[in-house]
């Protein structure tokens, strides 16, 4: 039984509202019903615009991304090749400082034995 009256109550209520929408109405009704289909078509325009711009941005946007995923690509491979240039360009340093290093120790030790020769000549002498 309730829901016979929610139903019934529903209809009365739409049907009133629909009476009240008609009678204070601005335009007579078939002027609303040109000036409905007029917006309707200006609606389904501005939606139809509206799909095309979507799509443009989506392309736009789907182009970006596929230049940047290049771009990334040839900046890293930039990169790699500005650093193995670098490594390259500094190997025959390297290499040159560790014979250096090699060559500074090489002359420390002789120092070392040549003082050490001194000190046991040094010792003798005066024993």
């Keep these: 039984m309730k829901l016979k009256n929610a139903g019934i109550g529903f209809l009365v209520g739409v049907t009133g509202g629909t009476l009240i929408a008609m009678l204070n109405a601005p335009k007579s009704g078939s002027e609303l019903q040109s000036s409905l289909k007029s917006g309707s078509g200006s609606m389904k325009s501005q939606m139809g615009q509206l799909k095309i711009e979507a799509n443009e941005v989506k392309s736009s946007f789907l182009k970006t991304k596929h230049e940047s995923q290049e771009v990334f690509k040839t900046l890293g491979d930039e990169v790699k090749t500005m650093i193995s240039n670098y490594k390259a360009d500094i ?31 040094f010792k003798f002498k005066f024993k």
């Design 91 to 121: 190997s025959p340093n390297i290499e040159r400082i560790q014979k250096d290093v090699e060559n500074l120790q090489n002359r420390g030790e002789d120092i070392q034995e040549s003082v050490g020769k001194i000190q046991d000549n």
